[in-house]
């Protein structure tokens, strides 16, 4: 896949190298003509194409082949330079997926598909997130919004007394708009088929869309 | 000298201005920038993520596209039957194409 990055800070040069090991073609825009240069100098990430300017600028897009990106991630530390690129990306070049940091949650309401965003990363929430999942058993733990939230992972770990204990999925339940997708069990993750059987204390993570949350929690949590 | 040549423009009778040349629909491809124009067979209010946007289809002989303007509930001028032209980048919606807040222009009844 072919995946333009703006912003080349920790998470941006980060991201390029994970995406570059795993075999696609990615560059990496800054405007920082020090960060640039030394990136270039540097040769990290391994293999990664850079490009100083700046991204809100559509010619800058455009120099690095936007038009033909398949996904475009705007993880600058300035949630108005990440509105921008990915409005540009979805308006001026039709990326098929635009990802976008929040870095205050108070903003994360505008990364949604007015501005282009379809998925947005807030990494305040998933901490929240997931110190909520450290600290709860046996309640509903919502960890990722997708789709500008018509769809939600959520997590349940099940404390005694759950309804689900010791029920095949199928016998569940579940409201359509939900599905299991992955148990995990001391440590191992089971792949969810009809028949699993679910025990105490097992984390189970649900996908779930639509306003079916209270349906999923029921079944789950009782 | 603009102002020159608006003038001039002022002066020629509707008709006669020259119309940007447009792309048949059904040879518009996604990802390119085209201008097509057609007439507005549709129009529809599709608020996403609580807020409002304008959708419409704009249909020429040749085939049907979709446009969306995210913001705005309604734009001057743009009404149903009316034909437009409309520039952009647009992207492939299952069967059919869609752009999103595209460049625009009310063309002569």
């Known amino acids: ?222 | 000298m603009a102002l020159l040549r608006r003038k001039q423009r002022d002066d020629q009778p509707i008709a006669s201005i020259e119309l940007p040349e447009c792309t048949p629909i059904c040879d518009t491809e996604p990802r390119q920038w085209v201008r097509v124009s057609g007439k507005v067979v549709r129009m529809t209010a599709r608020p996403t993520s609580g807020q409002p946007a304008l959708a419409i289809s704009l249909s020429d002989e040749t085939g049907i596209v979709t446009a969306v303007w995210t913001g705005r509930r309604e734009i001057g001028g743009v009404t149903l039957g009316r034909k437009i032209a409309i520039e952009g980048v647009a992207v492939k919606h299952g069967d059919h194409l869609e752009f999103t807040n595209p460049g625009y222009t009310l063309l002569p009844k």
């Open chain 1, 1 to 222: 896949m072919n995946v333009i990055i703006a912003g080349a800070g920790s998470v941006g040069r980060y991201m390029a190298g994970q995406l570059q090991d795993s075999g696609h073609s990615v560059t990496l825009i800054d405007n920082d003509p020090k960060v640039v240069a030394q990136g270039q100098a540097t040769r990290t990430p391994v293999g990664v194409t850079w490009c100083l300017g700046d991204a809100c600028e559509v010619a800058t897009l455009k120099s690095v082949g936007t038009a033909q990106a398949d996904v475009v991630a705007a993880v600058t530390g300035d949630d108005e330079d990440n509105l921008v690129v990915s409005l540009l990306s979805k308006q001026e070049f039709a990326v098929p997926r635009v990802l976008a940091r929040v870095n205050n949650p108070k903003n994360e309401w505008m990364f949604n598909d007015m501005w282009g965003v379809d998925v947005s990363v807030s990494t305040p929430h998933l901490l929240t997130g997931l110190v909520e999942e450290a600290v709860t058993v046996g309640s509903f733990v919502r960890l990722l919004s997708l789709e500008g939230g018509k769809a939600r992972l959520a997590e349940v770990t099940l404390a005694e007394g759950s309804p689900a204990i010791a029920k095949e999925l199928t016998d569940l339940g579940l409201p359509r708009e939900s599905t299991v997708v992955a148990v995990l069990r001391d440590g191992h993750v089971v792949v969810p088929r009809g028949d699993t059987v679910l025990h105490q204390g097992d984390e189970v993570l649900v996908l779930v869309s639509g306003g079916v949350e209270d349906d999923v929690r029921r079944a789950l949590v009782g």
